[in-house]
């Protein structure tokens, strides 16, 4: 009698950590990420992964600020010049918004790009730790 080998072989623990979720430090994401984790795994014993903080600021803020600055100039512009017979302050104020918020809007959208190359360059490199929560 030979004996057959059997079907069910015992699994090897993973060794590597389970990183699902966290963020890598180069920013891209590893088909890893990409999978949903199973609720009812057990957790691995530690999983930790290098990653890199930065404070970036938000653009549509900063755009918005620009414009909206642009727009106050044109409001001063537009009703604190000399008065003109053939054109309303209205139209004189939507010209002049056209003529000051998109450089307003260009100029913070310069000024952001310079804030967020800082911060790049100020990011520090952390070690994050996964954490389960039992509640999920």
């Known amino acids: 009698m030979t004996s057959e080998p059997s079907s069910s072989t015992p699994e090897q623990p993973n060794s590597t950590p389970d990183t699902r979720g966290a963020v890598p430090a180069d920013g891209q994401p590893t088909p890893a990420d990409r999978i949903e984790p199973v609720r009812d795994a057990a957790p691995p014993a530690s999983a930790s992964r290098e990653?890199?903080?930065?404070?970036?600021?938000?653009?549509?803020?900063?755009?918005?600020?620009?414009?909206?600055?642009?727009?106050?100039?044109?409001?001063?512009?537009?009703?604190?010049?000399?008065?003109?017979?053939?054109?309303?302050?209205?139209?004189i104020l939507g010209f002049f918004t056209v003529a000051f918020a998109l450089p307003g809007l260009l100029l913070a959208a310069l000024l952001v790009l310079v804030i967020d190359r800082r911060s790049i360059r100020r990011a520090e490199r952390a070690r994050a730790e996964r954490t389960y929560d039992d509640g999920a």
Not at 68 to 76: D, E, K, M, R, S
Not at 83 to 88: A, K, Q, S, V
């Open 51 to 91: 990653v890199t903080i930065r404070r970036a600021p938000k653009f549509v803020p900063f755009m918005l600020l620009g414009a909206l600055a642009g727009f106050l100039v044109a409001l001063v512009v537009a009703y604190t010049g000399p008065e003109d017979p053939t054109l309303t302050r209205e139209s």
